[in-house]
């Protein structure tokens, strides 16, 4: 039982980009590029012989130096897991295929719109070449309807 609990606390964690972003958010300076001095004290034990009747003695020295250790860091990321890659790739992927339809649409519109165009065209070039004949149609309704008026008023 606790085995599974701790299990399912281990999966349910933060991972290492969210708690980044989380740090990102809280102070954005992080990600300038940032120099970190520290000062390391080196000992050196060195040993000096000496002769004190008939034995060899050693006298121990110590020397401290400091050192000043410099690290730059350009900016904090976290590294890109295995799946991030696979997604990352699978992205790219789909950006081509999106840039490829977008081009068959764009070309399939033009082809559609060239049609509507030369239709348009003709149309407009049959109303032109049309003569007034509505003209005489009015004035011959207009007789006929003047004529039958006439005889039947008589």
């Not at 410099?70 to 590294?79: D, H, L, M, N, V």
């Amino acid at each position: 039982m606790v085995r599974y609990l701790i299990i399912l606390l281990i999966l349910s964690s933060c991972s290492s980009t969210k708690l980044l972003n989380r740090a990102i958010k809280k102070d954005p300076t992080i990600l300038h590029n940032t120099t970190i001095r520290d000062t390391i004290q080196i000992t050196k034990v060195d040993s000096i012989p000496y002769i004190v009747n008939d034995t060899i003695r050693y006298k121990l020295v110590e020397k401290v130096t400091d050192t000043i250790v410099e690290f730059k860091y350009k900016y904090i990321t976290a590294p890109i897991t295995r799946q991030q890659t696979r997604l990352n790739s699978k992205e790219g992927r789909l950006l081509i295929k999106q840039k490829e339809e977008t081009a068959r649409l764009v070309a399939r519109l033009n082809k559609r719109n060239k049609a509507i165009e030369t239709r348009l065209k003709k149309a407009v070039s049959r109303h032109e070449n049309r003569s007034g004949t509505w003209y005489w149609f009015f004035i011959i309704g207009l007789l006929i309807g003047a004529f039958v008026v006439l005889y039947i008023k008589r």
